[in-house]
């Protein structure tokens, strides 16, 4: 053939080929353009749906009294807009300037608690989205299934329901969607500039709450085990344990106080086996998530005492067993999954003593984060050969047992009689029942719930002074002279209440209206002086010290003014 034969076959193939490639084109279907934004984000809509859908009853629940009028209604620096004093000291033996801060701006729009619930339950399903763009990552592409499932599992599990029903724990979804912020960005981007973006929405997480201190070390162990760490990566990692440890520091620092009069001084073994009992818990209300409690009152002393831990010894010897026998099964990432969910729970197990453990080793908020890796685990075992059929019907029961558990959070009397169903000891639930029951008159049943309390924790001036409340209101002041009284007098009652400090000022300033009404001058003025030193920022309290002073005047007796000191 021919040079110029060969050109016009050529011409003539390649003009052959496009005819087919745009005849092709042609007859491909066009799919619209609503049907293609749908099948992009399609997961993205039903877990925000889905996720913010069945907390949707909480959003008209009540502030509870359990640590709700602290944080947030009695607080003077959200009322005063004390940045100055959010920024720089901790309250309420928490340094966490960024969640007070914006409580600080949501009071100022409403002080009605719709708005708070509503900041939760929208962080929350703010973070169920990050949790499958962060699985995305870190699972194979092909696997958008399990990513999916990995996101409900830590979407609808009831054990969150702690965390996003309780105002308190705002600070807990905030922190959390900062943390996953950063990880995402990490995982998602090489570049340095993304890196350092990271970096300052981790350290504004620890800022939020620094339980979430722990993140660098499950991302180190995790994208080790899964071959995504690189060098410079491990690095960043790495200097984020600066604030980690930093914001741990001051978190001992802080709580250090309140642990060692809360807590007994217990060895490294006990807790070891403390521990053991705790990750045991979490992993059969993992499984079995009922009952749920806000009050387990499973204190360290009685899972030492019952021998709690043999039963976690127990389960983790099957585990072990498990494991080995299908240990060609089972594909090495999936003991980076399990050993990151026991990582994500190390600063909350006991090996580390904690304040909270005086009245529980255990809490549904504590796996708020760690349920992000016991999502990746199971999304990756329900996405296996059509296991998602089953997959589904698990998340549509869990999805339902969190909206029955989410409606206890309606009220303080609802939930605080559901705290005292399923732990008939819990002295919070006795004390706050107390208090509901005084605000309703219902004061026969009050005295029995605060006498119950006082039982309980003779030294503790909560139900103390809620009983005080009581014998005031029914004409009683004898009582509150003759059994409160002593106790303010008492270092040692002092002592173990030196934290408390606005209710030993309460106490304080019934023990006042106690003498008041008993015409005993001097001894009033004493006790309203201690309580308005220690509540010196409240109005009503000046206006009812002007009130005694007046009467006291009118009376002939010659009180001396209060030295106060005004904070604001």
Request: proline share 4%.
């Amino acid at each position: 053939m021919g040079k110029k034969a060969a050109v016009r076959a050529a011409v003539k193939k390649s003009v052959h080929l496009k005819a087919i490639q745009n005849e092709t084109v042609t007859q491909m279907p066009v799919v619209p353009r609503g049907r293609a934004w749908l099948a992009k984000w399609w997961p993205y809509l039903l877990l925000v749906t889905l996720s913010a859908g069945i907390y949707a009853f909480s959003i008209g629940a009540d502030f509870l009294r359990w640590d709700d009028r602290q944080n947030i209604l009695l607080n003077p620096w959200i009322e005063h807009k004390a940045w100055n004093l959010i920024w720089t000291r901790p309250y309420y033996n928490m340094y966490i300037p960024v969640t007070y801060s914006l409580w600080t701006v949501m009071w100022h729009i409403t002080n009605q608690p719709w708005l708070f619930h509503l900041a939760n339950v929208a962080l929350h399903a703010l973070n169920v989205v990050l949790v499958y763009m962060v699985a995305r990552k870190l699972l194979r592409p092909e696997e958008r299934t399990a990513a999916l499932f990995a996101a409900l599992i830590f979407g609808c599990h009831p054990l969150q329901v702690e965390t996003v029903a309780w105002i308190s724990t705002f600070r807990d979804v905030l922190s959390t969607a900062f943390a996953l912020g950063a990880v995402y960005l990490m995982l998602a981007s090489e570049r340095k500039l993304v890196w350092l973006l990271a970096t300052a929405l981790f350290c504004t997480s620890l800022l939020s709450k620094p339980s979430v201190a722990v993140i660098p070390a499950a991302m180190l162990f995790l994208t080790y085990g899964l071959n995504q760490l690189t060098r410079s990566k491990a690095i960043v990692y790495l200097l984020w344990f600066i604030p980690a440890l930093a914001a741990s520091y001051v978190t001992k620092m802080v709580q250090q106080l309140d642990a060692d009069l809360r807590l007994t001084p217990m060895g490294l073994g006990d807790r070891i086996l403390v521990a053991i009992d705790t990750l045991t818990f979490y992993l059969m209300k993992f499984f079995a998530p009922y009952p749920l409690a806000s009050d387990y009152g499973r204190v360290r002393e009685v899972a030492l005492a019952e021998n709690l831990w043999i039963i976690g010894l127990g389960c983790a010897a099957g585990l072990g067993v498990l494991a080995f026998a299908f240990r060609k099964q089972i594909s090495q990432r999936m003991y980076y999954f399990a050993g990151t969910f026991v990582l994500l729970l190390a600063p909350v197990l006991g090996i580390i003593p904690f304040q909270a453990q005086g009245t529980s080793t255990v809490s549904d908020r504590y796996v708020y984060v760690s349920l992000i890796a016991a999502g990746l685990f199971f999304g990756v075992v329900l996405a296996y050969r059509k296991m998602w059929i089953f997959g589904a019907l698990w998340i549509a029961v869990l999805s339902i047992m969190t909206i029955s558990r989410a409606e206890v959070w309606e009220g303080n009397e609802v939930f605080f009689r559901d705290m005292l169903a399923k732990n008939e000891r819990s002295h919070v639930a006795l004390s706050s029942l107390g208090v509901e029951f005084i605000l309703a008159n219902r004061l026969p049943e009050a005295e029995d719930v605060l006498n119950r309390a006082v039982k309980l924790r003779p030294m503790d001036v909560i139900p103390r002074t809620n009983l005080a409340q009581l014998y005031l209101l029914q004409g009683r002041p004898d009582r509150v002279t003759s059994e409160v009284v002593p106790l303010l007098e008492n270092d040692e009652f002092q002592r173990i209440n030196q934290t408390e400090t606005r209710a030993l000022a309460s106490a304080y300033r019934l023990a006042a209206r106690a003498y008041w009404s008993m015409g005993i001058w001097s001894k009033a003025n004493v006790y309203f002086c201690r309580w308005f030193n220690l509540d010196y920022e409240n109005e009503e309290g000046k206006a009812e010290i002007g009130r005694f002073l007046a009467d006291a005047k009118a009376k002939g007796a010659a009180i001396p003014n209060c030295e106060i000191v005004p904070r604001f």
